[in-house]
């Protein structure tokens, strides 16, 4: 069975000090990966993907993650978070043309 | 820079009232997706186009709601009639390419639904 899970519900982080958004999959395939960012009462933005490529992606706004097959994991760090970051976080892998998400994870930053 | 258009961006309406959402995907994007997220969840998938066709619509409630993507471009997802647990915001994302793509999903800003 596909599936995705997100270890957090919530993460909370000072503002300055380094993020972890935990991700692992479930796929009988070599998925493609994604993290997107959601502001409240907005669209999803996509922040990074994985295509079987380099292991360690780069994306936007200092983010990057690192995809571990032998963990079955794809987790989103940042150096040093900023106020801006605070918001939901979702880790959806895509298989055929199916994209599947998990439940997602809210990051509220402590100034 | 492109982007996939929605509207309304909030909606309020009472229960067994009609609604109706448009999207207009970025151009060229032949897949086209319709998701449900209430709120603190995840989003669910409604319905799914290639072009014109449904691909995948086994979420979709058909007793009330019905999506049309005629002409291939913009679509309409349509509840009627509406009830309380249809409260959420509707999302519809666009991408370029079919299966076996690995082509990201492009978001619209959403269509806040409250039913009273």
Redesign the interface.
Known sequence: AQSVTQLDSHVSVSEGTPVLLRCNYSSSYSP?L?W?VQHP??????LL?Y??AATLVKGINGFEAEFKKSETSFHLTKPSAHMSDAAEY?C?F?T????Y????TSLTVIP | EAEVAQSPRYKITEKSQAVAFWCDPISGHATLYWYRQILGQGPELLVQFQDESVVDDSQLPKDRFSAERLKGVDSTLKIQPAELGDSAMYLCASRLGGPGSTGELFFGEGSRLTVL
């Open positions: 493609s994604f997107y009462n907005k669209g999803l933005q996509l993907k295509t079987s979702f959806p895509l055929g043309n199916q994209f998400f998990g439940t997602g």
